[in-house]
């Protein structure tokens, strides 16, 4: 059976720092793109980055820019987001997903979870004071 289960959310101060994990059982991780999407409470679901299973290019909504980076080990089948400089509006339930990266726009990107093939149940990430 395929899985994917995610783990490092937690509650942190804004400021801080959390590294999610994403752990793929059933199949390989290089089967396809990564991605990180997150749902706030009340609000829809959003892409927040993804990266290529081919050239290991990375996207980034703007909110994530030079805050969050993707990165995947295909040897250990776990891809990551690290998160730094947390900020309340990052609280959310966060989901990795694998599949293709679904990107509109070119400076500032939109990441659709149309291409999206299998899903985690996701990781609360949860930051206040």
């Known amino acids: 059976q395929v899985h994917l289960v995610e783990s490092g959310g937690g509650l942190v101060q804004p400021g801080g720092s959390l590294r999610l994990s994403c752990v793929a059982s059933?199949?390989?991780?290089?089967?396809?793109?990564v991605a990180w999407f997150r749902q706030a409470p009340g609000k829809e679901r959003e892409g927040v980055s993804c990266?290529?299973?081919?050239?290991?290019?990375?996207y980034y909504i703007d909110s994530a820019k030079g805050r969050f980076t993707v990165s995947r080990d295909n040897a250990k089948n776990t891809a990551y987001l690290q998160m730094n400089n947390l900020q309340p509006s990052d609280t959310a339930v966060y989901y990795c997903?694998?599949?293709?990266?679904?990107?509109?726009?070119?400076?500032?990107?939109?990441?659709?979870?149309?291409?999206?093939?299998?899903w985690g149940k996701g990781t609360l990430v949860t930051v206040s004071s």
């Open positions: 059933g199949f390989t991780l290089d089967y396809g793109a």
């Open positions: 997903a694998v599949g293709k990266c679904l990107i509109k726009g070119l400076d500032s990107v939109t990441i659709h979870d149309d291409g999206m093939e299998y």
């Open positions: 990266i290529s299973s081919t050239d290991g290019g990375t």
